[in-house]
């Protein structure tokens, strides 16, 4: 029985491995998007890009909740539902980011772009950008991941920072002059893109463990099932008022 692929992928959703593996993930993703592409290389966030954010740390608490006891199964109910609730929220934001992109991107006058306001509305109306302005405000252009440069740091940009955001007073010589993308030089893979990538793998990761977890024991596939509900139950409810 222990040789069952399904049997030792169960066994290692019950250990804190895999749950670790991810909140590191998405909480270094998030890190790495704030301090180092917004604070650092000056690449103003988005719209869709804080939405973004919020999907991955939504997933990151998913985690947390399972590394308290990743065999205990209430915990678990609620681990699974915000992992998957966050997936499934980013994957949407990830779609309308680079739809957007595109959009921008294109040489059609007609395009329209929606998806882009100044003040965010969060799940269930989360003051999110109230709390954490810094964190979860938007305050780039939608579309456009090309580095904002204030004038007052020009004279203090270092070597490391002028290889990415380029030289002033124009800019034009850096890697990610022309906005970000995986191989910048092919233009490929947008940011979207690559965010739209790292959640379809949690979803298959994942996915797998959910499954596997549901044929671990009887009360498993009860317990599966409310998880289902609960995704549902919290995309609909969640839901933000679209009135500004």
């Known amino acids: 029985m222990s040789s069952c692929p399904v049997s030792r992928v169960s066994a290692w959703q019950n250990t804190r491995i895999p749950w670790l593996i991810m909140v590191v993930a998405m909480i270094s993703l998030t890190f790495i998007a704030h301090f180092l592409f917004q604070e650092y290389l000056y690449m103003e ?16 608490f998913g985690g947390i909740l399972a590394l308290i006891d990743p065999k205990n199964d209430y915990l678990k109910i609620f681990a699974y539902t915000f992992v998957f609730w966050g997936i499934w929220l980013g994957i949407e934001y990830c779609l309308t980011l680079n739809h957007i992109h595109e959009v921008v991107h294109s040489e059609n006058p007609f395009a329209g772009v929606d998806g882009c306001r100044e003040i965010p509305i969060y799940p269930f109306n989360l003051p999110l950008h109230e709390w954490a302005p810094g964190w979860f405000l938007p305050t780039g252009e939608c579309g456009m991941d090309t580095p904002i440069v204030p004038e007052d740091v020009y004279g203090s940009l270092n070597a490391f920072q002028k290889f990415f955001v380029g030289t002033p007073p124009n800019f034009e010589d850096g890697l990610y002059s022309n906005g970000w993308y995986l191989i910048p030089s092919m233009e490929f893979m947008n940011m979207a893109v690559c965010c739209l ?8 990761i994942l996915g797998g463990m959910f499954v596997s977890y549901a044929f671990s024991h009887p009360k498993a596939k009860i317990y599966a099932l409310i998880v289902l509900v609960f995704i549902i139950i919290l995309k609909i409810l969640g839901e933000p008022n679209s009135v500004v």
């Open 45 to 60: 966030p988005c719209e869709q890009c804080v939405y973004i954010r919020f999907a991955m740390l939504t997933m990151a």
């Open 197 to 204: 990538l790292a959640f379809v793998v949690c979803l298959v």
